[in-house]
């Protein structure tokens, strides 16, 4: 019950109410489907003066879309303890009209989600496509509360997101396993050897890469605990070295929950750091709390980041959100974020780095869901 009060209360934060909204326009002889979405729209301004090229930039006041989406969700059953589902989610931006910075309502600008998969009470879940990191869900999930800045742990694009596969068993006595592949294909490149459009990019160099992920989430009354690993290939993002992950959130009551997570990754020392943004090694310690009275929630979270071979840095978030009606919610957030204080000879970045967090980030602005 607390969870369930605390889940309620925070909706708007933790993105959950797509699942709250949601309409249902077809319900008959087992099958269902589910449109749900928001509108969202905001004021944003201050973050970092310099971008990852040691170059100033403007960090002024903006009028900015905050994650609107439209998405269908469907289902069939096809016996009594199997269902199988399908998911289609797509992101366009409130803030801009025809296609301007990409924008096309017919077409939409991003899919942001597509799989389907198979979903079993005894034996657990399979699906497959183009879906949220399996780590964030159970285990970084719990730090996961704010609408755009916030979060320093590994979050939903982690060796995620498309040519994806991923099983988690059924709850068993409050335990959850989870192992999740992500594909990276050279299909089509050109081997290895030929320079004709290595300009553009298309010779394959590494060859077909998979990204496991997976771990392990106890959640049983108020204590919830997510232990989980990433292999953060190179190819997605990472530093080619193994990620670790330590994450839970106890519910003291039905207004209060605390978190407390610690998050590692291994060094590579042959890891090109290019930007001001990237990180190779690090141990990450966060702590933090979601407090909720009547229609208002209110978040807090501080990191303290050690990286390898640099100075120790820590970053902090706070939000507060009101639910005007169950369809319309305001808020407003505020993040100082972590920042490097690497030194870094290509981009010039020893001069200016120490002012990458001097101003603070703040979002204000509301949404409508449905």
Sequence with gaps: MKKTLLATAIVGALGASAAAQAATVYDQDGTKLDIYGRIAMGIAGGGPEFNSAGNRIDDGAEFVDVFSRLGLRMSHEVSRDLTAFGRLEWRFRADESGNRNGNNFDAFSETRQAYLGLQSDQFGTFQAGNFDSFYNQFVSLPFDVYIDRGLEFAGHPKQSRGDSIGYYTPDLSGFTAFLQLKHYSERGLLEDGQDRGREFGEVSNEGSVVAPQGGVRYAQGPVTVGLGFVEDVKRGGGNGEM????????????????????????????????GASDENGYDKVGLGGTFTTGPWAFTGDFYNVERDGEETSKSWALGSYYNVSSSFDVFLEVADADASNRINSDTNLGDVVGDLTDEVYWLTGARYHF
């Design 243 to 274: 990620l670790y992950g330590l994450i839970g959130s106890y519910d003291f009551t039905d207004q209060f929950s605390a978190r407390l997570g610690y998050e590692t990754r291994d060094n590579n020392s042959g890891y090109d750091l290019r």
